[in-house]
Structure formats: C-alpha cells, structure tokens
Nanobody
C-alpha cells in the first residue's frame, strides 16, 4: 500500500487543521494506522494510533485531548483532526501503516512498514 498525506499548512496558535492520509495501490484493510511527527532536530515521535477494528484510538500525552485520529475504512483514508494547536506542534507529520504491529509497539517507528511522504504543519505564536 502507498500512503499520501495532505492537509498541512501554516496556522496561528489556537487554530485547527485536519490532516488526511489516503491509500493508493492498495487499501487499509487489516492495517493498524498511526500518525507520527518530527520536529527539526528531534526524533520521530508517535502521537496517535488506531487499529483496523476502529476500536478505541490511542494518543500520546502530548496531544491527548487536542487531537483526534479517525479512519474511514471504505475510503481507505486516515485523518488527524488537530485543535488548539501550539507552536510546539510545529513538525512534519507522517502517516504510517502496519499489518503486524503489536499493541506494545504502537509507538515504535520501525514497527510500521509503510509511510506517507510527510506534510508540514507550522504553528505561529
């Protein structure tokens, strides 16, 4: 499966953005999906994940209560609704997919087989 992320841009602090990640050359059937981000000079950070069954999603403490991950399986599209954005949320955001990641490794980048190209989110103060 190939992933195409979109929706990034420049927003003021306190604003909102919605990222999308669409599958091409395949579908999301059976995949666990996640969003990661990487700020300049920092390691890639897992921020949210959701399983194929659309059961309860999972969030890092840094975004819990502000970001919402969701997926539309028939459309093979993953979303990340980001509210109350802050300058520290500035990063390149990546979507990722895996057929085999176990729960304890949801936040481990090497557990994901497929990655989108990244979309830049810049939050100004």
């Amino acid at each position: 499966v190939q992933l195409q992320a979109s929706g990034g841009g420049l927003v003021q602090a306190g604003g909102s953005l919605r990222l999308s990640c669409a599958a091409s050359a395949g579908t999301f059937r059976g995949y666990t999906l996640g969003w990661f981000r990487q700020a300049t000079g920092k390691e890639r950070e897992w921020i949210a994940g959701i399983k194929w069954t659309n059961s309860n999603p999972f969030y890092s403490d840094s975004v819990k209560g502000r970001f919402t991950i969701s997926r539309d399986n028939p459309k093979s599209t993953l979303y990340l609704q980001m509210n109350s954005l802050q300058p520290e949320d500035t990063a390149v955001y990546y979507c990722a997919a895996s057929l085999s990641v176990i729960h304890s490794n949801l936040g481990v980048p090497s557990s994901y087989n497929y990655w989108g190209q990244g979309t830049l989110v810049t939050v100004s103060s």
